[in-house]
């Protein structure tokens, strides 16, 4: 599968744990909501992923993407220490040009 290039770095982020690069993918007043939580803005959304990442040791494998204008959906096959590891997970993300505005997880 074909991925564009911001999100085909987001999942190679994420699976390096490379939270650097994976905040630079968002907006600088991006949001992210995961687990009944949201995070504001680049420096939250790099901790949150630092902290997920120790918390889950979490590799995602892209499964399909589908984006129209702005908003996109990809759904990822999700490995780590979580309950119900392997999953699939969505991403509903909101796009600012090709920087991500606003991403939802849902399982």
Request: charged share 20%; aromatic share 10%.
């Amino acid at each position: 599968m074909q991925l564009p290039e911001n999100i085909a770095g987001l999942i190679q982020a994420q699976n390096e744990a490379d939270s650097t690069a994976f905040a630079n993918y968002f907006t600088e007043h991006a949001t992210v909501f995961d687990e009944g939580a949201s995070y504001t803005g680049r420096g939250e959304i790099k901790q949150w992923i630092e902290e997920a990442t120790e918390k889950y040791n979490m590799q995602a494998k892209a499964l399909d993407f589908m984006q129209t204008g702005a908003k996109g959906i990809l759904t990822v096959e999700a490995r780590g220490t979580f309950p119900g590891s392997p999953g699939v997970m969505h991403y509903h993300l909101d796009f600012e040009n090709a920087l991500i505005s606003s991403l939802k997880i849902t399982g």
